[in-house]
C-alpha cells in the first residue's frame, strides 16, 4: 500500500486519502508504533544529541501545523499549535508575545459561548483570507493587510505624497478605481490564478529542486550523523565541538522552563 502511495508521484497524493489513512491503519495494526515509541524512549534515555534533535522536530511538527492552520483554515489547528508555541514565547524572552498571546487564546476560546455566530464562521475557515482558487494559499488578516499596504507603498502609490494631504486625499479616492482597472487588464491579459489548481510547490520544478535537497542532506546526514552519539554531551552540528555543561543544561531546559512559566500565567 505504501509503496502504491510512493510510487503514483507527488502531484497525485492529495487525491488519494483512503489509501493513505488505509496504509496509516495496517502500519497501526503491525504494531510499528509501539515499537518506535520503545526506540524513541531508548535513545532519549541514551543520547542528550538524540533528545535535542527530537525536541527540535517537535517544534517544527507545531510551527508546521500553525501554518497548516493559516492556509487551509483550520480554526482548532490555529488555536491548539499557537497555545503549544507559548512555552517557547516564555522561554525565549519574546515577551510582547508572552504577554498578548495567551490573552488572545483564552479570548477566542471563550466565543463559542460569547459568540456563536462569529466561532462559526471561524469553523468555516473565516478567520483568513483566501485571494485565489488554489488550495493550500489561504493567510492571516495581517499578512492580507500587508499585501495591500505593499501595493501602495510604491511609486505611483503613496511614496513620496505622504506628507502632502491634498495628494493622498486624491490617490485614494481614485485607487479603487485604478485597482479595478488593474484587474481588468490582467484578466484580459490572462495573467492571473484564476482557474489553477495546484499548488506552486507541487510543480515539477518545484518537486525536484526539493528532491535534490533532500538528497544533499541525507548525503551529510550519512556522512556526519552525530545523532549516533551517545551520553549526555551537547555537539555542534557543523564544528563538532563539545558544549560547555551549563549551556547544555540551559539548551535542553528551554522547553520545560517555558512550559513553566506558561502554566504559572494560566494559573
Not at 509501539?34 to 535513545?43: G, P, R
Not at 503613496?158 to 482597472?181: C, D, H, N, V, Y
Not at 551520553?231 to 522552563?257: E, H, R, W, Y
Request: glycine share 4%; net charge neutral; hydrophobic share 40%.
Amino acid at each position: 500500500m505504501c509503496s502504491e502511495l510512493l510510487d503514483d508521484g507527488v502531484d497525485n497524493q492529495f487525491s488519494h486519502t483512503d489509501k493513505f489513512h488505509s496504509a496509516m491503519q495496517a502500519l497501526l495494526k503491525s504494531g510499528v508504533s509501539s515499537d518506535f515509541q520503545t526506540l524513541l524512549m531508548h535513545k532519549k534515555d541514551a543520547s542528550c544529541m538524540f533528545r535535542f534533535f527530537w525536541s527540535y522536530i517537535e517544534l517544527l511538527q507545531t510551527l508546521i501545523n500553525f501554518i497548516r492552520a493559516s492556509r487551509q483554515g483550520l480554526w482548532l489547528l490555529h488555536l491548539s499549535s499557537l497555545e503549544k508555541l507559548c512555552s517557547l514565547f516564555f522561554s525565549q524572552n519574546r515577551l510582547k508575545y508572552a504577554q498578548y498571546v495567551p490573552d488572545y487564546i483564552a479570548k477566542m476560546q471563550e466565543l463559542e459561548k460569547t459568540a456563536p455566530s462569529v466561532w462559526h464562521e471561524f469553523m468555516q475557515g473565516n478567520f483568513c483570507v483566501k485571494k485565489s482558487c488554489v488550495p493550500f494559499t489561504s493567510i492571516g488578516v495581517d499578512h492580507a493587510i500587508e499585501h495591500v499596504n505593499r501595493f501602495i507603498k510604491v511609486m505611483g502609490g503613496i511614496r513620496g505624497i505622504t506628507q502632502k494631504p491634498g495628494a493622498l486625499t486624491s490617490f485614494f479616492l481614485t485607487a479603487p478605481e485604478l485597482a479595478r482597472l488593474s484587474k481588468e487588464a490582467e484578466d484580459l491579459a490572462v495573467v492571473t490564478e484564476e482557474g489553477r489548481n495546484k499548488h506552486h510547490d507541487l510543480t515539477l520544478a518545484a518537486v525536484h529542486r526539493q528532491e535534490q535537497r533532500i538528497s544533499k542532506l541525507k548525503i551529510y546526514m550519512r556522512d556526519n550523523n552525530t545523532l549516533q552519539l551517545d551520553g549526555d554531551n551537547l555537539q555542534n552540528f557543523v564544528t563538532k565541538c563539545i558544549l560547555p555543561t551549563d549551556t547544555t543544561a540551559d539548551i535542553m531546559n528551554t522547553f520545560s522552563a517555558g512550559e513553566e512559566a506558561f502554566a504559572k500565567i494560566c494559573n
